[in-house]
């Protein structure tokens, strides 16, 4: 078992598993931008920067893979995919499964195949975003930078009411909601500052970071 994982393990520093990665990445998030798209439409302005959240998350780490492709690193970058590919992956899975539990068919039935395709594509956001930590270079600034961006956005998704829009029997329970998602943002940042802000020897030092000039 420890052999398999490290084979694998090692793969996912290979130029051709970040160029699937990235491709699975990059259609996911094109998929994931028009199933916002009514949403976007009925959204005004700069607000709609703030709607589609997890492929915002999965466009952010496909352009992380793009540089590493190209020998490059942006901290922040890695601060704000890994961030997001987490807490939008759970949070996704969370409230499919809390729709299930309170549809009023029930908790199989309520569950159509787009929502077992939905929870699979987002736990491997949550997955991907963890795995691919012991390469990030991010430091705390980075993440504090991160923690300002997710919680900004829970302030206006619950403040404005621009959250991903839900079932009507959900109706009623946007306060929970609201409360984890931003707990959910807050665990999300100390898991990162945990698997982030320690020394490992894969960290990907050795890249030219985005902006800097190579040597």
């Not at 390469?135 to 991903?164: E, M, S």
Request: hydrophobic content about 55%; overall charge neutral.
């Amino acid at each position: 078992m420890k052999v398999w994982w490290r084979f694998w393990m090692e793969q996912m520093d290979r130029r051709w598993f970040l160029w699937s990665m990235l491709v699975i990445n990059a259609l996911g998030s094109v998929y994931g931008f028009y199933w916002y798209h009514l949403q976007l439409e009925m959204t005004e302005g700069w607000l709609k920067l703030f709607v589609p959240d997890s492929p915002t998350a999965s466009t952010l780490f496909t352009l992380v893979l793009l540089l590493y492709i190209m020998g490059r690193r942006s901290p922040l970058l890695e601060a704000l995919a890994a961030v997001t590919l987490f807490k939008y992956g759970i949070w996704a899975v969370a409230m499919i499964l809390l729709s299930a539990w309170v549809a009023p068919a029930p908790f199989f039935q309520a569950l159509h195949w787009t929502d077992w395709m939905l929870m699979t594509s987002h736990l491997g956001m949550a997955a991907e975003a963890v795995l691919y930590s012991r390469f990030f270079t991010y430091r705390l600034f980075h993440l504090v930078l991160a923690g300002v961006w997710v919680l900004l956005n829970d302030v206006l998704d619950y403040g404005l009411d621009i959250h991903p829009w839900l079932p009507p029997w959900l109706q009623h329970w946007d306060h929970p909601i609201a409360v984890f998602t931003v707990g959910l943002s807050v665990i999300s940042l100390v898991l990162f500052a945990r698997l982030g802000l320690s020394e490992r020897q894969e960290r990907k030092w050795d890249l030219v970071r985005l902006f800097d000039r190579r040597q």
